[in-house]
């Protein structure tokens, strides 16, 4: 079961005010990695594979905190990469953007995928625009959470946009 303190490979290329990880991190709610455990989820935006609750058989969720600009310079193993589906953001450099999701957005979205809303919804607590994603995206959420597996959730994505 995926734990309940995120793991963020950090990489310091956004804004540091704006930068939701290191808030994560400053309110012990995230660790900072230098290197991926084995066992890890990697949410990854070019990841061919949903997250699903199937994916819950892994032991850490890793998030990969990097500007937009360069995330197609990173490369990780296919088997264990993740991306999310269809979502709009509420941070306020993307709001509405559909997959523009701050870090904290991403690990939230993934925890209530996964099953746990609580801790998503305690993460995203420390925004004050945070519980607006939950409300911008509760009922493609529901469905994904609901979801058995990658194929499901991609086939539940198609009635969102």
């Not at 540091?16 to 230098?34: D, E, G, T």
């Not at 084995?38 to 032991?59: E, G, K, M």
């Not at 690990?107 to 004050?128: C, D, M, P, T, V």
């Not at 469905?143 to 991609?154: G, I, L």
């Amino acid at each position: 079961m995926v734990g309940d303190l995120p793991l963020i490979l950090y990489k310091n290329e956004d804004d540091p005010k704006k930068c939701s990880a290191r808030k994560l991190k400053r309110f012990k709610l995230a660790v900072f990695i230098s290197r991926i455990p084995s066992n890890s989820v990697i949410l990854y935006s070019d990841s061919s594979i949903r997250l699903s609750p199937a994916d819950s058989v892994y032991r850490h969720l890793v998030a990969i905190d990097v500007s937009w600009e360069n995330v197609d310079n990173y490369h990780f193993p296919k088997d264990s990469t993740r991306s999310l589906p269809y979502m709009l953001a509420a941070n306020p450099v993307n709001y509405g953007k559909p997959y523009k999701l701050s870090t904290v957005e991403a690990i939230a979205a993934s925890y209530y995928i996964l099953g746990k809303r609580e801790l998503a919804e305690r993460l995203l607590q420390k925004f004050s625009w945070g519980m607006q994603f939950i409300n911008l995206n509760r009922n493609p959420l529901d469905d994904y959470s609901r979801a058995k597996n990658s194929a499901e959730v991609t086939d539940m994505e198609k009635l969102y946009f």
